[in-house]
């Protein structure tokens, strides 16, 4: 105990009750939860499964929460992520559609861990049919969503932006469908690959920009809006066209390429849902702004959005085991 | 003179009439024209604009022609490409559309090169609007396949495959509308860059195949013929699931890739095309049967593959000079 632990008085200090992992392909994300699941402590570190020191799990969670277990030794541990896939820890099967918390909670598997205490990991969903998809972590994104906004569990798409977008749809608290966009993914490839990223490499070095250039990022957005009948592929050569032709600069055209690739998933994604539905984005702040907007201009103003799903959702199907 | 040629009997000997040079980004081909623009040689370098050696263009064409023009000195000189670009020889302004060949042949322009001669150099082709789009070198392409093939003039829908696939609307022997789809640079870096890329990365060593997995790109095709409401963006992820599930080989998942790719580029084309029109494919052997094989699956079966359409556009046009 350090000193301050013994300053605070005993009747607000919170008790931690689980320890909760993130664990995808290319981090792991720890937190320590204490009553309700309110986050005590976390810790972030770039080793996912694919990136994890000697491949070694045990070692790796052991050092991670090292400090935790050494203090208040036995605490229960949950984790979700790419940790329960076939190159991670333990493979844990997918579940099927719809699902909801008390399966995901009847699939988890314990995988001995540290000495005397097992991890337990929750499982992924796949959709089957010509065209599969699955999922590994986002399920208790939506779990702990759910859990933070009761609003979402009727009726409601839960957006989750990042390298490889997944758009839930949620009927009364279960996963009725889902779909995965590699839109994050083209925006590295493209504007690190590419013909269309060379203008903004040249001038990066010059000046990073410290907020999106939004007006080039809603033209791009509006131009596929505009533009129905015009898939993305044929729309992407404008990102060098406009260069070209002097109508954008070399620092903006990066985020009018961002528009245009996240301006074609709202496109795609939004056709196919009904209206009367509740929205949130989940995921990292930044990029949950750049979705907002895009909503926004796409006629979509009621878009939540949520922080600390992850954790809440682990908390919450730890609650049922 | 070889003893070759002193052999050959001078009634068929073809006199060389003119050097014509479809000069581009990577690369640079130079033709060597006889009576009627048969080819009587040919010549192709990696000397593209951004690869010419010192960024000496007039060197570059005195190395690549200087076996023919020292033995048929004062031969006229024409290109088409690149080399007409802000990055090129000379910049010649972009025509707009619609445009035909007088329009062309009045826009080339001169450039001094090797001492005595001219090269002429043909200009691209430009649309305005919102989505800008350019053209360099296929315009020529075009007045080739209409002077090969004169059912192509009232109507047709001519393809070009590539880097950076152009699909160009001739009425009346005149280009009135063209569409830039990034397909080949889309298929490029996503399997050398991406996710979607490394099943086949880690099998490639081992076996390259010779010739395409044609029922994985057919697979990958009519995946998105079946799927009218799903754009590429949310069907790409399927070349890993499907590879994940065990339903489609690493070694096969790049011409799945192929046919996603080429498949959208037709269905969005094809979409915004009327029917009653002839239709061409201009380009590289390979990636036209590829095309031709995707369009089949599409119900249009009458795209007949045209070779030699850069060499038959530059003599076309400089008969007009």
């Known amino acids: 105990m350090t000193s301050s632990d013994l300053l605070a008085p005993t009747t607000t200090q919170t008790v931690p009750r689980l320890i909760a992992l993130d664990w995808g392909t290319s981090s792991l994300r720890a937190y320590l939860l204490g009553d309700e699941g309110t986050v005590v402590d976390d810790i972030t570190v770039p080793w996912g499964i694919m ?40 493979e844990i099967p997918y579940l099927g559609c719809p699902t909801g918390l008390d399966d995901l909670v009847a699939a988890v598997r314990a995988q001995p861990a540290v000495p005397g205490t097992s991890l337990k990991i929750v499982p992924g969903v796949a959709l089957d049919g010509d065209i599969p998809d699955v999922m590994r972590g986002e399920e208790t994104q939506v779990v702990g969503a759910l859990a933070l906004d009761s609003g979402l ?10 390298t490889h977008s997944k758009w839930v749809a949620v009927r009364d608290g279960r996963i009725v469908t889902f779909t995965t966009y590699l839109t994050g993914e083209l925006f590295a490839v493209l504007s690190q690959h590419s013909i ?3 203008p903004a490499m040249a001038v990066a070095k010059e000046s990073k920009p410290l907020v999106p250039a939004w007006t080039a990022f809603d033209r ?3 131009t596929v809006r505009g533009n129905p009948g015009r898939p993305l592929s044929s ?9 070209l032709s002097g109508r954008l600069t070399a620092s903006e055209s990066l985020d009018y390429l961002s528009g245009l690739l996240i301006g074609e998933e709202l496109r795609s994604a939004l056709s196919q849902t009904a209206d009367g539905f509740a929205c949130a984005l989940i995921g990292e702040s930044g990029l949950c702004q750049r979705y907002r907007r895009a909503l926004d201009l796409f006629g979509v103003d009621h878009a939540q959005i949520i922080a600390g799903a992850s954790p809440a959702g682990l908390w919450r199907i730890a609650l049922q085991l």
């Open 196 to 198: 269309l990223g060379r």
């Open 51 to 90: 990136a994890t020191p000697d491949g070694d799990f045990a070692r790796a969670l052991e050092s991670v929460t090292g400090t935790w277990t050494n203090r208040w030794p036995g605490l229960p541990m949950i984790a979700a992520g790419m940790i329960g896939s076939a190159q991670g820890w333990q």
């Open 220 to 222: 791009g957005v509006r």
């Open 153 to 162: 569990s009727q009726r409601s798409l839960l957006i989750m932006p990042g």
């Open 235 to 243: 729309l992407l050569f404008s990102t060098r066209t406009l260069v």
